[in-house]
């Protein structure tokens, strides 16, 4: 059988690990696991599964439709709700509702809806307070009121609020504590303002990854880890992965498809951005940007063959790229382009670190057409 030539590799067992690793800075606290944007481009379904294995009190993702999908494709093997904070006014709470997803209501307009379902609904919501990151949720200052809404129509069984939550902007920058302290302060200003309305969330949440690792104050009753189930560090530069003891999951190979041996001076890829420095040795792996692999890494990022490093030359295409091959490679020989990082690869967060992103936008963006390969029970 033919087969797509590159594969992310994933090892469950890592998944399962770094759920286990995320849950050590826990005392008690739920933990809901983030399988948002196809689990950080790991394959939703696997890694849910994996999660709710290690032992996952919620699932997390941010779009509705994503979460109408997940809950139809894990069915009844599914133990635990799915939270959801991203959709616009096609929203069906009724369909979200039985398909066991609760939503985040920030925003006057979902009130409004909110109040055109009949008595009795019973739709699960949690309150999203915008503590200081200009994104979703409703301002401090509109809390009161929108709580009384909510307890009113929590009166009249419309909805269940299970849940208070916000988001932090700065958790991962030492030098701004007092950035997350404020964000802190607002949230249990905003838990005193719910309450006084009557209304007793069954869970409260502000930390994802980084007030997991970072910020013992900000963990309340349920934390939303996303970067570190993954086995990546949400700031390397404060710890790396390995110093975190958690271990990238995904690992994305393809093998050398052709050789050629060039003269020095010849140009190499689009635009001829590079050009051999002696003879030299080429190699073509058959991933571009169209898979995902960022045309920033041109002449920037390395890929490992046979556990030596291995430049990416020339500008990354659509479809492949050119690497200068160590002497003696040959075709068949697999390259990879990140991994944990134990056999001397590339780590995910070096080619952030190369082209100046973050490590979630190397795993996120790696396109639906690289087939996911899963290792491990
Ligand atoms: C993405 C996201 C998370 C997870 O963030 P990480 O930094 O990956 O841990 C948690 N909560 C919300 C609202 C998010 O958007």
Redesign the pocket.
Known sequence: MTQYPGRAIISVDALRENLAAARTHLSGQRL?A?V??DA?GHGVLAAARAFLDAGADYL?V?ELREALDLSAALGATRTVPIFS?IFDDTVDFREAAAAGIEVSVGATWVLDRLEDLPAGAGIPVHIGVDTGMAR?GFAPADVPAAASRLAALEARGTVRVVGL?S?LAC??DPARPEATARQVELFEEARRDVRAAGIHPDVE?L??????LWHPEALFSMV???????GLS?NPAVATAAELGIRPAMRVEAPIIADRWVKDGTGVSYGHTAHATGRTHLGIVPLGYADGIPRAASNRCEVSIRGQRAPIIGRVCMDQFVVRLPENARPGEMATLFGSGSSGEPTADEWAERIGTIG?EIITRIGPRVPRVYEGA
Do not use: F
């Not at 930390?207 to 997991?212: D, M, R, Y």
């Open positions: 809901l983030v948002k944007a950080y997390g941010a904070w979703e939550w988001h958790a991962d949440h930390a994802a990854s980084s007030g997991v939303r880890p996303g970067i570190i189930l993954y949400p979630y």
